[in-house]
């Protein structure tokens, strides 16, 4: 069994190691205040079964408040917390049955990582052998079966993290949750425990929520990504859906970069742009200026002696590059190139915008 | 190229001078670390070396440990250091048990308390000993007539029991008080509690085991050194139990000494061997329980990074 575990074939491993299988996890109308600001104001979300589910959204705006309701460290002021349709709101943490990560080191700085692991273990009373086993076997799965006698300060930020991944899924939790794992360890590192964390997440077929400010953390990892804003649901959608379909003007500009250009009512709910005329998507609102917002990728840029437009920056992503140009009104837009079609757009040349004849996302222009 | 040289040359000229520098401070400090530890040995070790003399070295008869042999068959020796002990324990027990629980539940829930349990635990500091003893023995004094005829009569006699008197555990407990929270205070400081507390209750341990199994293990070194402080105020306190009428070891041996010179000194450096030997055992208790469990681990994790290993 631990065979399977440890060569990396693309074969699930054996299903002890997973609960029975992802549970459905529920917030209904979770309000929290502290003091003078709000954590959470009327949050609804729910979790299907075995998905990886990410909480994104700027810092303040309540998501890791509900993952410590879920985990028990905080308690709502109204609202439940279901987790497979009953109630947990009053059980307390330890009762819990969730296996978190903390985004600071966690480890038990007195224990080994072998006796980290089976801590929850020994919490439970099982026996000093099939504990020692379990532990092997998880941090086997984790990759680091060779640290296991290591003390956590013997042990890289990385490895402590794996560690505690392995620690929280020592006791078969139902609900896996991550708070912000990755943030402190260095760029290198979190992209390979980002793919592992979804690595052994699908493999095991557990719920997790994975809290994170980091967009394309959450883009990249997540079935489904719930945009949180000042303690409220914005958008909960599929990476792809987020990016292409975002349902507001803040979603559209926390996910990926946004871009505003003035645009001006037409006749039949169209809207002009850059001199084009295209419908809206979504709703349009109902009164003042508005802007469209638009993708860098989704904006071409043509070098043009008469164009009104100027390039005012160039920045170097590799295959492409992103050009900043300034519209004749002043407002700046982002514009994706490949880095070769970019060398006849040298910064301070003139271009000409067009966007492509697609529905725009409109919002209220901002007062600048 | 005019122009390049005198750039060049100008740090040029002053690089002789950081080189030779060093070298000459090199020299210094070591000769100073010399002197001053020459001096802090003569100062500490010298009027010991000389007490010891004085003791086993008597006139006319020689070399003779009388003096110590003396000592130990002498009246009370064995009682008051009995005395001692006990409420040394006693004195660590209980303050420990009033300030650990305390401390954990002020951080965790109420930190804007910490303040005032700060204020709290350092007052003593402020009131002398002698005044401290005053107001306790007026206290003994007025109790047993005020409440002649009630429970707490009885309750006067006992704290005042001899055999063991309660009111000094009192008393030293509240002189402790300042020292054990300061170093208490320093060791949860030194660890992310919060976190922790949640990641054992997350592991599915309550309150009481996160407190027993993963709090008081963290917290070791800070527990030791508040047991190192306390043992050595009550080791050192003769204030207090003096003006109260007791007799621990510290009292004993003023009482003892003021016959006769030499075993008045032999009784001092005895107490001063003694009170060294605690405190060493004290801190060997505590470092061989760590080592005992972090040897075999790291024997069995040396194999592929040992250079990790060497950092702490």
């Keep these: 069994m631990t065979a399977t575990t440890t060569d990396r074939t693309p074969t699930p491993p054996p299903p002890p190691l997973a609960a029975d299988a992802g549970a459905t996890v529920e917030f209904r109308g979770l309000h929290r ?25 700027p810092s303040g705006c309540g998501k890791t408040t509900a993952l410590r309701m879920l985990a028990g460290f905080e308690h709502p002021d109204a609202g439940e917390v279901l987790v497979d349709g009953a109630d947990i709101t009053k059980v307390p943490a330890h ?66 993290q794996r560690v505690a991944l392995a620690r929280a899924l020592a006791l078969q939790p139902r609900v896996l949750l991550l708070d912000e794992p990755l943030s402190a360890l260095d760029a290198k590192v979190r992209l390979t425990l980002r793919e592992e964390i979804r690595r052994l997440q699908q493999d095991l077929g557990i719920t997790t929520l994975f809290v994170t400010h980091d967009q394309e953390e959450a883009l990249s990892m997540a079935d489904r990504v719930a945009v949180l804003r000042a303690g409220r649901l914005e958008q909960v959608a599929e990476p792809a859906e987020l990016y292409a379909r975002p349902a507001t003007a803040f979603v559209a500009e926390f996910v990926g970069t946004m871009s505003r250009i003035p645009a001006v009512r037409a006749a039949d709910g169209l809207v002009e742009v850059l001199g084009r005329r295209l419908p809206a998507a979504g709703e349009v609102p109902a009164q003042g200026e508005l802007d469209a917002l638009v993708r860098p990728e989704a904006v071409q840029v043509a070098a043009d002696p008469q164009g009104a437009a100027t390039v005012v920056a160039a920045s170097f992503l590799g295959a492409i590059t992103r050009l900043t140009v300034r519209l004749p009104d002043g407002a700046e837009a982002k514009a994706d190139l490949p880095t070769e079609a970019a060398a006849a757009l040298p910064v301070g040349s003139p271009a000409t915008l067009t966007l492509p004849d697609r529905p725009v996302l409109l919002d209220h222009r901002r007062p600048s | 190229m005019a122009a390049l040289t005198p750039p060049a040359t100008g740090p040029s000229t002053p690089t002789p001078s950081p080189t030779a520098a060093p ?33 086993v070295d008597v006139p006319n008869e020689g070399f003779t440990l009388s003096s110590y042999s003396g000592i130990f068959g002498a009246e009370g020796f064995w009682s008051s250091l009995r005395l001692t002990l006990e409420l040394a324990a006693a004195t660590i027990a209980a303050t420990m048990l009033l300030l650990v629980p305390a401390l954990i539940a002020v951080r965790l829930t109420a930190p804007r308390l910490r303040v005032l349990v700060e204020v709290l635990c350092s007052l003593p500091l402020v009131v002398p000993a002698v005044a401290l003893t005053a107001g306790i023995s007026s206290v003994l004094r007025w109790g047993p007539d005020d409440f002649a005829g009630t429970p707490l009569f009885q309750t006067f006699n006992a704290i005042q029991n001899p055999g063991f008197p309660v009111v000094l555990l009192l008393a030293y407990v509240l002189m402790a008080l300042p020292l054990a929270y300061r170093t208490l205070d320093a060791g949860l400081r030194a660890l992310d509690l919060e976190t922790l507390v949640e990641a054992s209750r997350n592991c599915g341990a309550g309150w009481p085991r996160t407190v027993v199994h993963v709090v008081l293990p963290n917290l070791r070194g800070a527990l030791l050194n508040t047991a190192f402080l306390t043992l050595a105020l009550v080791l050192g306190e003769y204030t207090v139990a003096s003006i109260l009428g007791y007799q621990p070891f510290a009292v004993w041996i003023v009482s003892l000494g003021g016959s006769n010179a030499q075993v008045s000194v032999s009784v001092s450096v005895l107490s001063l061997v003694l009170t060294w030997v605690l405190l060493l055992l004290l801190a060997a208790a505590g470092r061989g329980r760590s080592q005992r469990t972090a040897r075999p681990n790291r024997r069995a994790a040396a194999a592929p990074t040992d250079a990790a290993l060497e950092k702490p």
């Design chain 1, 33 to 57: 205040r502290f003091g003078a600001t709000v954590a959470l104001e009327g949050l609804d979300l729910a979790a299907r079964p075995g998905e990886l589910l990410a909480l994104l959204g």
């Design chain 2, 23 to 55: 070298v000459r401070r090199r020299g210094r400090p070591r000769l100073w670390r010399g002197l001053v530890g020459l001096v802090a040995v003569v100062y500490f070790l010298g009027p010991m070396a000389a007490s010891v003399l004085f003791t």
């Design chain 1, 95 to 160: 009762r819990r049955g969730t296996g978190m990560v903390f985004q600071s080191y966690s480890l038990f700085p007195h224990l080994t990582a072998a006796e980290n692991v089976a801590f929850g273990l020994r919490m439970r009373g099982t026996g000093r052998g099939e504990r020692q086993r379990r532990a092997a076997e998880l941090l086997e799965l984790v990759g680091l079966g060779q640290l296991a006698g290591r003390f956590p300060h013997e042990m890289s930020g990385g490895q402590q």
